[in-house]
């Protein structure tokens, strides 16, 4: 069976944790980067969304490659920058792993909606998502933004198409249930160091 653009990602969310549950560092950043080709495919709808979250990818990754051993799973970033008090900084690595959790929140909740809810239109979809998930965290500003650009969501039929036909729907459910964990994973690791709370400014 040919593969769809959710095939990458799920390869990857394979590697994602060992056995004693550590969440490794670069296959995570990973998965995040395969969902990337994906938003490509909502056009101008997610070019905010896919910023976001090609920015917090890159801070990640440049300083997980300053120290690979050191940042070889993910909670390194937040404990190392506990112990210098700068994990609340609006530019450090714990802010950009947060963020991009909940974007991650976002589009997995998307994905299940679409999966689970065949006869809803992309922009419904979209919609309630975003409410579910971001919308708490955003500002009034960014909130109105939001709900305009996710009017510009492409025809749900050809999205699907595009993603890879009517295959795409496993893979989309199969992304959803693997990956969803995983968050509630770094979730809660952030709760529990009082740091899931950080709105944006």
């Known amino acids: 069976m040919e593969g769809t653009l959710f095939s990458p990602a799920l390869e990857a969310l394979k590697l994602v ?103 809803l239109s992309m922009s419904h979809a979209c919609s309630h998502s975003y409410s579910k998930t971001l919308k708490k965290w955003h500002g009034w500003l960014a909130s109105s933004s939001f709900m305009v650009v996710m009017k510009l969501v492409p025809e749900r039929k050809k999205f699907i198409e595009v993603l890879g036909g009517e295959n795409s729907y496993g893979d989309m459910e199969n992304f959803c249930t693997a990956f969803s964990p995983i968050l509630k994973d770094i979730h809660k690791f952030l709760t529990s160091c009082g740091l899931d709370h950080m709105k944006a400014s």
């Open 17 to 119: 944790k060992y056995e004693r549950g550590d969440i490794q560092t670069k296959p995570f950043l990973d998965v995040c980067k395969f969902v990337l080709p994906i938003l490509d495919k909502f056009g101008a709808s997610m070019t905010v969304v896919k910023a976001d979250i090609s920015g917090n990818i890159s801070r990640l990754d440049s300083r997980y490659n300053s120290n690979t051993t050191r940042f070889n799973y993910l909670y390194s970033f937040v404990q190392a920058e506990i112990e210098t008090s700068s994990a609340k900084s609006s530019s450090s690595c714990t802010n950009g792993l947060l963020w991009l959790t909940r974007a991650m929140d976002f589009i997995v909740e998307l994905f299940r909606n679409l999966d689970e809810h065949r006869d």
